[in-house]
């Protein structure tokens, strides 16, 4: 079957959204592409920037969840599918780094972890909170080294450094510090081998 | 009304696609969306053939490269799921295959990150920007009568035998002999399941 080109070619730089208006607090960098049009349907982080990307990332299907103080760095040539980031706090993702379908990276508990809070939190949410203040909840940043490997189905979670060159088996869930170069596997994700 | 009539398009679809010429389609089957072939670029005859009485439905995406060949087994249920395939999968008769499952003959990306690099650094010349193979695959084999819950992974190289169950969200590594309850990440043997449980095919 014969591939279908981007119909205009310069329409890949500088960096661009293809799918929409790219909010004014995300920074791309040169021949960055962002594609798919949920990719900002959850962005609401007021920091400035927001989301800064290297040059020549490409973002195919990615989900921008970003809380109101939420910051994502992503280095040059990186290469993400369908990958949902959910960031209340800080992303730093280096360069060299893959990810893939359906991975999800989150930085933050969501909800806290003691069952009073949690009523509170749940009131706070709900219609009838209005104004209420949510109470604290955990979160970490997410710190992935380059030259990272994750594959689909991966979850990652708050506070997780992945180091350079580590290899994320499909599936896997990390709940802690993966070493460089380390290939982890299962839930939770064990080291099994080196690259 | 046959397909060459309908122009290769589904009636009912959402998506303004087509089925690929090299996709064959056996019979009754039912394709719930020409959006499955997305990122279809397979030039095998077939790229994908799914057989009598089979079932695709939406959120199924068929990532088959230049050389992959995906064959859907007859009365086969493909709830969902993503095929990465460079080489072969094939989906036995009567399996069902639950949503959000990937099952991948191919890593794609080279394991040394040096080699991974360069393969990152042709993304953006490619067409449509796409991550093409480095790494060697190894075929797939889901069995006759294997049922696998949701958010599996089926790792490259892998066989499941026939009439086996995976456990939902389990991944599997290794293979999975006949008659075989397996689950857990990584998926790790249960029990086996008795021959009389299966009931006669059709």
Redesign the interface.
């Given at each position: 079957?014969k591939?279908?080109?981007?119909k205009d070619p310069a329409a890949?730089e500088p960096g661009q959204w293809l799918d929409g208006s790219l909010p004014a607090n995300v920074q791309l960098g040169h021949?960055t592409?962002i594609k798919g049009d949920q990719a900002f349907h959850r962005f609401q982080s007021k920091r400035e920037p927001a989301v800064i990307i290297g040059e020549?990332s490409?973002m195919?299907g990615v989900h921008f969840a970003l809380g109101t103080e939420a910051r994502v760095e992503i280095g040059d040539?990186?290469?993400f599918?369908n990958a949902i980031l959910l960031c209340e706090q800080e992303l730093r993702i280096g360069k060299?780094v893959?990810i893939g379908?359906?991975a999800t990276i989150a930085d933050t508990d969501f909800h806290p972890l003691s069952p009073a809070a949690r009523i509170q939190d749940a009131i706070a949410c709900s219609p009838l909170g209005k104004g209420r203040r949510r109470p604290p909840i955990a979160a970490q940043p997410v710190v992935i080294d380059?030259?990272v490997?994750i594959?689909?189905?991966v979850t990652i979670l708050k506070g997780v450094h992945i180091g350079?060159?580590a290899?994320i088996?499909?599936?896997?869930?990390v709940t802690r510090a993966v070493p460089p170069?380390a290939r982890v596997?299962?839930?939770p994700a064990q080291v099994v081998g080196t690259? | 009304m046959s397909l060459a009539a309908l122009n290769r398009r589904l009636p009912w679809d959402w998506y303004q696609g087509s089925i690929p010429a090299n996709v064959e389609l056996e019979g009754e089957t039912h394709l719930e969306t020409t959006y499955s072939f997305l990122h279809y670029r397979s030039e095998e005859t077939p790229g994908v053939r799914l057989g009598n009485g089979s079932t695709v439905y939406l959120g199924t995406m068929f990532d088959i490269g230049p050389r992959g060949q995906v064959r859907i087994g007859q009365y086969a249920l493909v709830h969902g799921a993503w095929i990465i395939c460079d080489a072969a999968v094939e989906i036995g008769d009567y399996a069902l295959i639950s949503w959000n499952v990937v099952l991948m003959d191919s890593y794609r990306a080279a394991r040394k990150p040096a080699a991974r690099r360069r393969q990152l650094e042709a993304v953006p010349g490619s067409p449509r920007r796409r991550l093409e193979a480095a790494a060697a695959a190894r075929p797939i084999r889901i069995g006759r009568n294997v049922w696998i819950g949701f958010d599996c992974c089926v790792l490259p190289g892998v066989t499941i035998g026939e009439g086996s169950v995976v456990g939902a969200r389990s991944v599997v590594a290794e293979d999975v002999p006949a008659y075989t309850l397996v689950a857990g990440n990584p998926a790790r043997r249960i029990r086996a399941i008795a021959n009389d449980e299966i009931p006669e095919a059709i």
């Open positions: 079957m591939t279908e080109q981007f890949t021949d592409v020549h490409t195919d040539y990186c290469f599918s060299y893959v379908w359906n380059d030259d490997w594959g689909p189905n350079a060159g290899f088996e499909p599936g896997a869930l170069r596997l299962g839930n690259v | -």
